[in-house]
């Protein structure tokens, strides 16, 4: 099997999608002009190997998604985080498989579309986010009884007849002690701006951090600085984190939470192309965005509290509420930003890092609370010098907006005339209130369909000829 590669300069620079027939001898994979291609693997992303090697497939760290053909399969091989994700055909019966890693650009190659009666598909994520890692392809409901497959957690093979799911990519344990843990996460992090850099990349990445008063972000930044990174990204509005970022050493750009009244319809949807739009603020630094590979502190709930989130050994989340990151994936694709979630490097070993959490050497740096007593975070940032009061007394969530209260349902918007024509009965709800509390019958839910018909072109091709087949 062979890679027809097609660029469509139109398109977002990271996004791809793969068309192929089971049996057949060519993949046909149009993508963004940041999209690297290989003569049996297309990716874009950074990842703690060779970038001039390429071997993506084999990295417990990957940020980015890709694909590799081996022995005539073909190998979907999604982020190492559960924020992305690819998506796929469904339905094991179909011939013709498809897959992208862009829901929406997936739809449109495919000539699916959402479900215009369904407001609910930031909870179908969220169920397959508390699910973990599965040996089967969890699905969510499209129009006229279609369906799209997600791959999360571990790659997906498609052979000549049938899929199959791989083992997740593990990697080494960091160990129970905090230092080897801290040096872990530090070396990978490292690993991730020598392969971000790579002057073979068509699109080489420069380096940032997001940075609020949270333990979270805190702790990744000073990682970040002590191997070189020197920007930092903050928000304003309920929190100040300058002066941490400064006493880094890194130059801090600030933006005020106000402003994001200020950013495009066009943005706004964009993030919104998936649910719930939590991100939108992360706009306000589109200037700065572009190509940068971002360390943030997202998975720090996950991780670093002392009632971690997860269960089992499979990464399953049983009672999550929030899906924390998801919406950015458009409006990275479109940038060539890169996202890491730091926090979430070493995952499977959740449970080492729940025993130094718990262990007698970070007494000193628990707090009263301890529903927000965050210790390795709060060691970290510590150590580096960032005093004790300094740090947040709760959780700010900087990055998402307002349900119901946002710029979104300003008097007279194209999302009111929206709901107006086209829900008239906007509070239908089919899931459990007492299960989903924060979500049911509000008004945002139905911001994918909004946003999915503002960007109806956004996956047009526009590409007449091709190019050569990667032998």
């Not at 940041?34 to 703690?48: K, L, P």
């Not at 169920?127 to 699905?139: A, M, S």
């Not at 369906?147 to 083992?167: D, F, N, Q, T, Y």
């Amino acid at each position: 099997m062979f890679i027809r590669a097609i660029c469509e300069e139109a398109w977002p620079q990271l996004t791809w999608h793969a068309e192929w027939k089971r049996g057949g001898d060519e993949i046909v994979v149009r993508h963004g002009k940041s999209v690297e291609i290989r003569n049996d693997r297309i990716f874009e992303g950074a990842w703690d190997g060779s970038f001039e090697v390429g071997d993506f497939h084999l990295s417990s760290a990957l940020c980015g998604s890709g694909i590799i053909i081996q022995n005539d399969e073909v190998i979907l091989i999604p982020p190492f985080h559960p924020q992305e994700r690819i998506f796929t055909t469904s339905e094991p019966e179909n011939s013709l498989r498809q897959a992208s890693n862009s829901l929406h650009c997936w739809l449109q190659m495919a000539g699916y579309t959402l479900d215009s009666k369904w407001p609910d598909y930031h909870i179908d994520l969220l169920k397959i986010l508390r699910l973990g890692h599965v040996p089967f392809l969890p699905c969510f409901g499209l129009s006229q009884g279609n369906s799209v497959a997600i791959i999360e957690l571990s790659p997906w093979a498609e052979g000549r007849k049938e899929g199959r799911r791989l083992p997740p990519r593990r990697g080494l344990p960091f160990g129970k002690n905090f230092e080897r843990y801290r040096l872990g996460v530090k070396k990978t992090m490292e690993a991730l701006i020598v392969n971000a850099a790579s002057p073979k990349r068509k699109l080489p990445l420069a380096t940032a951090s997001g940075l609020s008063t949270g333990f979270d972000s805190v702790a990744i930044s000073v990682l970040a600085a002590e191997l070189g990174v020197n920007r930092a990204f903050t928000m304003l509005g309920r929190e100040d984190a300058r002066s941490i970022g400064a006493d880094l050493g890194m130059h801090v750009i600030s933006r005020n939470l106000k402003d994001c009244e200020g950013i495009s319809e066009k943005v706004v949807q964009e993030f919104h192309l998936l649910p719930l739009g939590k991100n939108v603020p992360m706009a306000l630094f589109e200037k700065e965005h572009g190509a940068t590979l971002l360390f943030t502190g997202h998975g720090g709930d996950e991780m670093w509290s002392m009632e971690q989130s997860f269960s089992g050994p499979n990464l399953s989340r049983p009672n999550d509420q929030i899906l924390a990151g998801v919406s950015y994936a458009e409006y990275r694709l479109r940038l060539g930003l890169v996202v890491v979630p730091a926090a979430l490097l070493g995952q499977w070993y959740w449970q080492d890092i729940g025993t130094i959490s718990h262990s007698d050497e970070m007494l000193p740096f628990l707090d009263d609370d301890r529903g927000y007593s965050r210790p390795i975070a709060r060691r970290i940032g510590m150590e580096a010098g960032v005093a004790r009061d300094a740090f947040g007394k709760n959780k700010k969530i900087t990055g998402e907006i307002i349900r119901d209260g946002s710029l979104l349902c300003a008097e007279g918007s194209s999302f009111n005339k929206f709901i107006e024509a086209e829900v008239p009965d906007y509070k239908y709800s089919a899931f459990d209130i007492e299960e989903f509390p924060k979500y049911h019958g509000t008004l945002i839910r139905w911001g994918i369909h909004w946003a999915s018909k503002g960007h109806d072109q956004r996956y047009f091709s526009r590409t007449k000829g091709v190019i050569s087949p990667s032998r």
